[in-house]
């Protein structure tokens, strides 16, 4: 019994992983972020969603509302703008021969009016804006009222309408009265017919022409009759 008393030492555990001082360090850091973040994203950015979205508001406020009209006839089709115009009274086909009776010259004329009757509306147009307001509105009367609101569509396309435009129509007539003498422009029935072949069902049964078409003022006409289209 005289063996040394020997004390069993038993091993001391470490502290556990999260009561390390790094892990405390690196979760205030995390939490430090977190808190940033939310600042971020949940303050700051919808703050300035609204300021931007504010001013944008403010700009289309300031700015002037436009937007794309065009106007389309009975039939649903758009109609072209006048300046975009460069239709003629016909091609050579659509004139009259000296031979031809007048029953043939106005069945012509007739057929190119239903080929063209969008742009014959706007030079019918032209020229009863070409009238004066009592002068037109006598015009109207004598129309159909299909007619009637076929050139107010067309009147309506021509409010910025100018003086160049005006006379370019007038001068389209002036243009095929240049060659009388082969195709008797001097006769009322050619006249009639030419009229009939540029405005078609919306020729008037009165027009008077010194007034309406300063180009037709040499030809000695001082009112001319006017049959209606049928």
């Known amino acids: 019994m005289n063996a040394p008393f020997v004390r069993d030492t038993t091993p001391v555990e470490g502290p556990a992983w999260w009561e390390l001082p790094w892990v405390h360090d690196a979760g205030r850091m995390l939490l430090g972020a977190v808190v940033v973040l939310a600042l971020l994203f949940g303050v700051l950015r919808p703050a300035l969603r609204a300021i931007t979205g504010q001013k944008k508001s403010d700009e289309q406020a300031l700015e002037p509302h436009t937007a794309d009209v065009q106007l389309v006839d009975d039939d649903g089709m758009p109609l072209p703008a006048l300046g975009a115009d460069r239709a003629s009274l016909g091609g050579p086909d659509a004139l009259a021969r000296p031979g031809d009776s007048y029953e043939e010259r106005l069945r012509m004329a007739r057929e190119a009016v239903k080929t063209d009757s969008k742009r014959v509306a706007q030079r019918a147009a032209v020229l009863l804006l070409s009238l004066g307001e009592l002068d037109a509105a006598e015009v109207l009367r004598h129309m159909e009222p299909k007619e009637v609101q076929k050139i ?18 007038m001068d389209q007539f002036g243009q095929e009265l240049g060659s009388k003498t082969s195709l008797g422009v001097g006769s ?14 919306l020729v008037p049964q009165r027009l008077p022409l010194p007034e309406a078409m300063p180009a037709l003022t040499g030809a000695g006409i001082g009112l001319l009759l006017l049959s209606p289209a049928t």
């Open 152 to 169: 107010g569509i067309a009147m309506a396309t021509m409010t910025d309408i100018t003086r160049e435009q005006v006379e370019r129509v």
């Open 188 to 201: 009322d029935d050619y006249i009639r017919n030419m009229l009939v072949q540029a405005l078609g069902s």
